[in-house]
């Protein structure tokens, strides 16, 4: 297992647009798999997108298709969510997973961090 760490959320206006970062402690991220999910209150832990370790191929829920984009940074051991065009229903603990594919499972977590957007 690694130890991920999720930074760059806060506060956004709807239609604006954040970047999440997710990295690594004390190993590199480059060689692992990574997804996004996502939570909000009263709702179940909802998957975003992943990435495969070589940044080739991506998947996305339906409703991110067209807003975000994940990409990685293999020489800095570090992923990115890109999210454009932010709603209020975008609002969620974001999450960043590793693992061996992107078929899952993801063996470790972050522990999220918070997207909040204003309407």
């Known amino acids: 297992q690694v130890q991920l760490v999720e930074s760059g959320g806060g506060l956004v206006q709807t239609g604006g647009s954040l970047r999440l970062s997710c990295a690594a402690s004390g190993r590199t991220l480059s060689y692992y798999a990574v997804g996004w999910y996502r939570q909000s209150p009263g709702n179940e832990r909802e998957f975003v997108g992943s990435i495969n370790w070589n940044g080739v191929s991506t998947k996305y829920a339906d409703s991110m298709k067209g807003r975000f984009t994940i990409s990685r940074d293999n020489a800095n051991g570090t992923v990115y969510l890109h999210m454009n065009s932010l709603k209020p229903e975008d609002t969620a603990l974001y999450f960043c997973?590793?693992?061996?594919?992107?078929?899952?499972?993801?063996?470790?977590w972050g522990r999220g961090i918070q997207v909040t957007v204003s309407s």
């Open positions: 997973a590793a693992g061996g594919s992107t078929r899952g499972p993801f063996n470790s």
